[in-house]
């Protein structure tokens, strides 16, 4: 089990992981999680500027951002993948949320089936806030493919290519192990979660009953989203998380 590191500075813990994201963070006592929601999807640059004026307003410093959710155009190559990150990471150190060299940043990035953004967009944030309260927690997306594993994700995929009910079983299976696995690693279980997102356009109906609510994944309900993780050979995806506060935010209008 990866060692769980605290960031003092943003007022959250974090499960490490690879460069670009955290495997999941919780809030630090005395603080609680806020998620803040688009109601339209926003280009990285300009969500990056809403995202600095709104957490200033709320008098945090930069390092309380804690995870992102985002929107891609289409599902990336490996390379493209690699490049995509090393450029949302520039900001992530600018702003000094790098602990030591890694990564604090909870992260989702997934691709639409329809109605997709015309380039890489926040869908929402989360960061932390001085109010005392119940626990709350994000757990960053992962798709049927470990982390970081040689030769790229697509080649360490659950069943590559295959879609039949079986093989979508299984995709699912390893992911809900990875997410209660992430879960542990903070101190939580699904019985904590207030939001779970699967992301595919594969069929899941038949996994609903079957895997996910026995597991009680489900127990808040299931919100899925007709899309794909962001790398090419990739398709089922989930994150969840504990949240007692969400804002849906214009982009048009000053945060306060």
């Known amino acids: ?15 490490p992981s690879v460069f670009q994201y955290s495997a999941g963070v919780a ?41 992102c959710e985002l929107r891609s155009p289409a599902q990336f190559s490996e390379d ?12 992530l150190q600018k702003w000094g949320l790098f602990n030591d060299g890694v990564n604090p940043v909870a992260r989702s990035n997934v691709c639409p089936a329809i109605n997709p953004p015309s380039e890489p ?18 757990i960053a997306g992962s798709g ?10 697509a080649k360490g995929a659950i069943q590559a290519g295959e879609n039949s009910l079986h093989a979508i079983r299984e995709k699912a299976r390893f992911v809900l192990s990875e997410m209660e696995r992430r879960l ?42 007709y899309a794909r993780p962001p790398v090419l050979g990739l ?9 007692r506060l969400e804002t849906v935010a214009d982009p048009g209008v000053s945060p306060h």
């Open 1 to 15: 089990m990866t060692t769980v590191r605290n960031f003092e500075m943003g007022g959250y813990k974090f499960l």
């Open 27 to 67: 809030a630090l006592p005395g603080y609680h999680i806020r998620r803040v929601r688009f109601g339209s999807p926003v280009p990285l640059a300009a969500g990056f500027s809403f995202i600095e004026r709104f957490i200033r307003s709320a008098e945090r410093p930069l390092t309380a951002l804690c995870a």
């Open 80 to 91: 493209g993948f690699r490049a995509f990150n090393v450029n949302y990471a520039a900001t």
């Open 121 to 138: 967009s926040f869908h929402a944030f989360c960061f932390t806030a001085e109010v005392t309260s119940m626990p709350t927690f994000v």
């Open 144 to 153: 049927e493919a470990p982390e970081g594993a040689a030769g790229g994700y």
């Open 184 to 225: 542990s690693g903070l101190g939580f279980g699904w019985p904590d979660t207030t939001v779970v997102q699967i992301y595919t356009v594969l069929d899941i109906h038949q996994l609903l009953p079957d895997e996910i609510a026995p597991r009680g994944a489900a127990r808040s309900g299931v919100t899925w989203h």
């Open 235 to 243: 398709e089922y995806e989930m994150d969840c998380a504990g949240i």
